[in-house]
């Protein structure tokens, strides 16, 4: 007999669903909140975006600028490293491209700042080409501040601690500078596909 | 280098709660960790199907031996298996130390506050118990959450009297006989103590089920503790 948890049976799920599963992860119907502090409540009316460029150079959005971009619905998967996996989450927001349109940059790597002051980093390209956006609504309704409202970040291809809540602005930096989480250790990129958790992985 | 998966043997299980467990596992290898760090538990069934969820270390390190706190969630994949069918004596993977932020080291001096609703409070034990081994003389507080008296997790441990501790139950549903404070979720009366008795500087750190934390952080921050004093981990 194999001592290796004996009995256990587990929940097996349809190929179609563990096609898009990355490793180590489950699927979940729920939407849990994860976070390291308590959740900032943040005006929409005090509210601000704000991309500051290497040279120091900001361009900044209020509440009503941000809304008057053109905006975007998508349906992504969404993958926490706390292992669940939500399907076919509905957003709407700006892509990231549209803010960072007319940016003049050589940086390589943002750096995300968050209202409550959490941060996390990326490298610039992982927020382009239609791959990252600030979202305000979820499934057709505003977001709610445990889910990071007003606004958070989606970037859907890398684990969600990337994917910053209360976010207020990001600063583009030649250099990458590891985050809150990527600094108590997590994994600084954060691939879920290549279950890329903590240091090392 | 990444963290491994280790084999580890489930050596003992006590039961905390009609239906909480305690397990004590044997980890060949374990690196230590710190009080409120957890691990990733990963099971395998015959044909090699795998599941793999986080469950909080409830006590400091002691070199292999690791204890979890389980509380089983109804129609769940994993906690009921891991409360109460993973044989004694048979073997799970185990990986770990993670989480180096909701974490208590002996270091610290600051007076601290631990928020646990249910099953919420296995970090926190730890570090009750890390500041116990530590003779630490910082102030300690907790303030435990539960259901009724038959929901309370390490009863004798925390009934024991301890000067360096101080505990508070609050019943949600059904308060024992003789208890001033009527049946009933956290409220803002109920921290007002124990934050007056926090520094502006103490750390409060909460953990439990996400609408737990949510109330119980959102009431801190109203009574004015500074949110960067207030450390949350939200079992999902
Ligand atoms: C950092 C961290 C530390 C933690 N520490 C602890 C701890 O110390 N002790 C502890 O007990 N827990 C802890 N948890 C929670 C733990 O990791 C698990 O989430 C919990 O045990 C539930 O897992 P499960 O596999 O039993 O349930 P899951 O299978 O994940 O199900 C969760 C819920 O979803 C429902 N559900 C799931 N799938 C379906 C479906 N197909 N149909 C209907 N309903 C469904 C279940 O009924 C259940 O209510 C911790 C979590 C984190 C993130």
Request: net charge negative; hydrophobic share 35%; proline share 9%.
């Amino acid at each position: 007999m194999s001592s290796l948890s004996p009995g256990f049976h587990g929940r097996r799920r349809s190929t179609s669903l563990t096609d898009r599963l990355p490793p180590g992860q489950y699927p979940t119907e729920s939407f849990p909140v994860l976070s390291a502090g308590p959740t900032p409540r943040v005006p929409t009316e005090t509210w601000t975006f704000t991309v500051t460029t290497e040279t120091g150079e900001e361009r900044s959005w209020t509440w009503d600028e941000m809304l008057a971009l053109p905006q975007e619905e998508s349906v992504h998967d969404i993958h926490c490293v706390t292992r669940w996996s939500k399907f076919d989450t509905r957003w709407r927001g700006v892509s990231l491209d549209t803010l960072l349109d007319d940016v003049e940059t050589t940086a390589e790597y943002a750096a995300v700042h968050s209202y409550g002051g959490y941060t996390t980093n990326m490298p610039l390209e992982d927020l382009l080409d239609g791959k990252a956006w600030l979202v305000h609504t979820y499934d057709g309704y505003p977001l709610s501040p445990e889910h990071g409202g007003p606004a958070r970040l989606l970037v859907p291809h890398l684990y969600l601690w990337k994917s910053a809540k209360w976010v207020r602005g990001l600063r583009l930096t030649p250099d990458d500078e590891p985050g809150f989480w990527e600094t108590a250790g997590y994994h600084n990129y954060g691939d879920p596909w290549r279950e890329q958790r903590h240091w090392g992985d | 280098m990444p963290l491994p998966w280790r084999t580890a043997r489930l050596v003992g299980r006590a039961d905390e709660t009609a239906t909480a467990r305690t397990l004590v596992l044997d980890a060949p290898g374990w690196p230590g960790h710190l009080a409120g760090q957890h691990v990733d538990i990963r099971l395998t069934a015959d044909d090699g199907y795998q599941a793999a969820r986080s469950y909080s270390l409830g006590a400091p390190a002691d070199g292999t031996r690791l204890e979890l706190g389980v509380e089983p969630v109804t129609g769940g994949e994993v906690s009921p298996y891991l409360a109460d069918d993973l044989p004694v004596g048979a073997s799970v993977e185990v990986r770990g130390p993670l989480g180096n932020w909701f974490v208590w080291r002996p270091e610290q001096e600051e007076p601290v506050l631990l928020v646990a609703g249910g099953s919420g409070v296995v970090p926190l034990m730890a570090m009750v118990r890390a500041h116990r081994q530590a003779a630490s003389t910082s102030a300690f507080q907790l303030i435990h959450s539960v259901r009724g008296e038959a929901d309370l997790w390490y009863r004798e441990e925390l009934g024991r009297p301890d000067p360096a501790l101080d505990v508070r139950f609050l019943y949600t549903r059904k308060a024992p006989p003789g208890s001033t404070r009527p049946a009933g979720r956290l409220t803002a009366a109920d921290l007002e103590p124990a934050l007056k008795r926090l520094t502006p500087a103490g750390t409060v750190y909460v953990c439990g089920p996400t609408g737990f934390v949510e109330t119980a952080a959102d009431l801190l921050t109203s009574a004015g503790q500074d949110p960067a004093t207030i450390r949350t981990e939200r079992f999902g």
